[in-house]
């Protein structure tokens, strides 16, 4: 089973404005953290956002945060004021229980619009 | 700020030889990962290391597959015989500490192409 989906393989949206980015996870553990990292075309990856399971409050980051819905298992990355700069793919992940490695999910490609 | 290193940017390789990748992680950081992306795909983890030994690897990270860290300061993937279905981009990554919210610093990555 996936540990992680995202179900949109490509999103536009109009520059300036916001865009959600859906993400899904699978696990029974009660620990864990949610990531969200960046990949422009130029390929490498960058760490945007973090949501630890037991946060109380969304995490927020600039123009991002993330809408974290536990009883859904769901940790949406919402972008505001969208940029140009923003076209890239994104990728949702997690780390469970302990140190293991982060499991990332396909990607969304989000294509902003002048 | 201080960045994961790794060279080189673009390897070109034929099939069977031997390929080392090099990564020099940011300096005060104690657990250490290989991920690779086929092009297109998702970024799969491959292997982490920690106080000298692998920690966790993935079915991915066969006997072909090594890693080391030779000094204080680098730490490598070594493919011993290169197949067509090893070509994809190469991470390797830092973190600093075993916590849930220390999250993972990259590299900009190798891009293997085997041919």
């Known amino acids: 089973a996936q540990k992680i989906t995202q179900t949109q393989p490509g999103m536009f949206v109009q520059e300036k404005e916001a865009v959600t980015l859906d993400c899904t996870y699978d696990?029974?553990?009660?620990?864990?953290?949610l990531f969200w990292y960046k990949q422009p075309s130029s390929g490498e990856m960058i760490f945007l956002i973090y949501?630890?399971?037991?946060?109380?409050q969304n995490a927020t980051e600039g123009r991002y945060s993330l809408n974290f819905q536990k009883a859904r298992k769901s940790a949406n990355l919402v972008i505001s004021a969208s940029q140009l700069g923003d076209s890239a793919m994104y990728f949702c992940?997690?780390?469970?229980?302990?140190?293991?490695?982060?499991?990332f999910g396909k990607g969304t490609r989000l294509s902003v619009i002048a | 700020e201080p960045e994961v290193t790794q060279t080189p940017s673009h390897q070109v390789t034929q099939m069977g030889q031997e390929v080392i990748l090099r990564c020099v992680p940011i300096?005060?950081?104690?657990?250490f990962y290989w991920y690779r992306q086929i092009l297109g795909q998702k970024v799969e983890f491959l292997v982490s290391?920690?106080?000298?030994?692998?920690?966790?690897k993935s079915e991915i990270f066969d006997d072909q597959f090594s890693v080391e860290r030779p000094d204080g300061s680098n730490f490598t993937l070594k493919i011993r015989s290169t197949k067509l279905e090893d070509s994809a981009m190469y991470f390797c990554?830092?973190?600093?500490?075993?916590?849930?919210?220390?999250?993972?610093?990259f590299g900009n990555g190798t891009r293997l192409t085997v041919t």
């Open positions: 990554a830092s973190k600093e500490a075993a916590l849930y919210n220390s999250p993972l610093h």
């Open positions: 696990t029974s553990d009660q620990s864990y953290g």
């Open positions: 949501q630890g399971s037991y946060d109380e």
């Open positions: 992940a997690m780390r469970e229980q302990g140190n293991t490695p982060l499991v």
């Open positions: 300096s005060n950081h104690l657990y």
């Open positions: 290391f920690y106080n000298n030994e692998i920690s966790e």
